[in-house]
């Protein structure tokens, strides 16, 4: 395997680096294994000793299982490395030109980067459900991820599902209904708004039980989206709180159509939960817009994957320091990190996060990091470092904001010490403690999200910059709290919130908050009707 060399000698801005990563990409030992060649067998480059493959993924699942951990596989069913004749082309050596998706003019679709499949023919679409029995039968995996999930149909998600349902513990040695399908549910390609069957998106999947990203509570948390407005901020980030300097970032009725879109984001992405918007208007999920397309879509907040990173992209560090005010303390650009984190962890849904988040981990802006090797890929997990500083990310991918990015590469006062990437690991940890310890924060069905979660300091009054949420239940083994009132102050300062439905609750300081590692934290407040939390804090009151 090649190796780059030692590329620390190099300026934190210099385009050394990439370059000499872009010289030995393909040859290096880093691969995100998005590259299929065959199904049904485990990938032989991750394993200590490749002939031992199958033996390593079981015992590798059953010792994870046994730490009580449950293991997610990711499956790329909706494309191939390569197709017709090439030398790793497998499919196409059986029956030629049936296992793929083709164009009018018979060539292979690419939009997924390679080799499109076609699981609507029904021989692909039996390969793939057989996989992922196999899967669950032999190795035990507790759930699949599917790759761009919406190049797939409806009725492929719907075979898969009825295929795992039909396993048992007593004959298959696995109870398949207990194994969790999610995966990208993104509207593309040749794929897009059902021109070849009604495909596996957000919105097809409705009250299916299978879950998808939900970008619309990615995007109204850190500001702009993936395809532009890099400097845009979102509710995390100081959109009209903390403006940055760009006109479009002091637009308060932009900032509150964000924080709405965060709010339907903490239900679950419910297609049909009702609450007040910033126009005072009682609306639903899917009254709010995402673009064109309706915000809320999910049936049950098992349906919604909330996450605020993930590995396309920026990271959620690098998108604060691209958002954040220019005159921002790194305290400040870690307390928005913990905002975010927050966002997703104490909402509805199912949390998913990128590794590293909770340790500030930085790409050095790297957009597309699948083959930018070990450098920009780092993960020190000793919180020495978060992987700032590492050069100018590869050009393939994001030359064009090269200019954008060399000042900030350059400025050593954007790199984080030890106290701030400890301040968010133990602030990630914190809000872990606090989801877990009460079921209120993991509802089951829209009908108890709609009972049971109402949002205050909502309507055109509203204080710009805070979301505060109010959870109610009975009482129970799994939830010592009759009320949980959380309040994400993304604001630059202190606020106050009075509010009637505070009446009688009693409420303080959640225990883990108290105890907090973080002073800020517990200076927040409960008294009567209001609540008060210090700037750039989420908080976390409960009242029995």
């Not at 480059?45 to 730490?67: F, H, I, K």
């Not at 007040?276 to 999920?285: F, K, P, R, S």
């Not at 709290?481 to 009075?498: E, H, I, W």
């Not at 225990?511 to 002073?519: C, E, K, Q």
């Amino acid at each position: 395997m090649e190796d780059p060399g030692d590329l620390s000698r190099f300026a934190p801005n210099s385009d050394e680096q990439q370059k000499a990563v872009n010289a030995v990409k393909d040859q290096d030992a880093y691969n995100w294994g998005y590259d299929p060649y065959h199904y049904m067998v485990p990938e032989g480059s991750y394993a200590v000793n490749p002939d031992q493959r199958t033996l390593e993924y079981r015992r590798m699942v059953a010792a994870l299982n046994g730490m009580g951990l449950r293991v997610v596989q990711d499956v790329v069913f909706n494309h191939t490395a390569s197709s017709g004749q090439a030398e790793r082309s497998v499919l196409d050596k059986i029956v030629p030109g049936y296992y793929h998706r083709l164009n009018v003019n018979g060539a292979v679709e690419n939009s997924t980067c390679c080799s499109n499949t076609a699981t609507e023919h029904a021989m692909m679409r039996k390969l793939m459900v057989d996989t992922l029995v196999l899967m669950a039968r032999a190795y035990k995996v507790d759930g699949f991820r599917f790759d761009l999930m919406g190049h797939h149909m409806v009725a492929d998600l719907q075979a898969a599902r009825a295929a795992l349902d039909a396993l048992t513990l007593q004959k298959d040695g696995v109870d398949g209904k207990s194994i969790y399908l999610y995966g990208e549910g993104w509207d593309f390609g040749e794929v897009a708004s059902n021109a070849r069957g009604k495909n596996a998106t957000q919105l097809n999947l409705y009250g299916l039980g299978i879950g998808t990203f939900n970008d619309r509570l990615r995007d109204a948390v850190r500001g702009g989206n993936p395809f532009g407005g890099l400097q845009e901020q979102g509710f995390a980030t100081g959109a009209f709180v903390l403006p940055n300097g760009l006109p479009v970032n002091a637009d308060k009725a932009k900032a509150l159509a964000l924080a709405d879109l965060v709010r339907i984001g903490l239900t679950g992405n419910l297609r049909d939960y009702r609450f007040t918007n910033a126009a005072g208007q009682t609306v639903t999920g899917a009254d709010l817009k995402y673009g064109s397309a309706p915000a809320g879509y999910a049936a049950s907040p098992r349906e919604a994957i909330t996450y605020v990173s993930a590995h396309d992209n920026q990271t959620l560090y690098d998108a604060v320091l691209l958002k954040a005010p220019a005159n921002a303390t790194p305290a400040q650009r870690t307390r928005m990190q913990n905002i975010a984190n927050s966002v997703v962890l104490l909402g509805q849904g199912l949390p998913f996060s990128y590794a590293g988040d909770e340790i500030l981990r930085s790409k050095s802006f790297d957009t597309d990091s699948y083959n930018s090797g070990d450098w920009f890929n780092t993960l020190d997990y000793t919180r020495a470092s978060n992987g700032f500083g590492k050069g100018l990310p590869p050009a393939e991918k994001n030359s064009g904001n090269w200019d954008l990015y060399r000042p900030l590469l350059g400025n050593a006062a954007l790199k984080p010490g030890s106290a701030e990437i400890t301040r968010a690991f133990d602030h990630y940890r914190e809000m872990l403690r606090v989801r877990y310890s009460s079921s209120l924060f993991r509802m089951e069905t829209g009908a108890q999200v709609q009972q049971g979660l109402t949002f205050l300091n909502v309507g055109p009054n509203q204080t710009p910059g805070v979301i505060a949420m109010k959870l109610s239940g009975a009482v129970s083994p799994t939830n010592p709290y009759r009320n949980v009132v959380v309040v994400f102050n993304a604001s630059g300062t202190s606020v106050t919130l009075t509010d009637a439905a505070l009446a009688g609750l009693n409420l303080s300081l959640h225990p883990v908050l108290a105890a907090s590692t973080d002073p800020v934290v517990k200076t927040s407040k409960a008294s009567g009707t209001s609540v008060t939390v210090p700037a750039l804090t989420t908080a976390v009151f409960v009242g029995k």
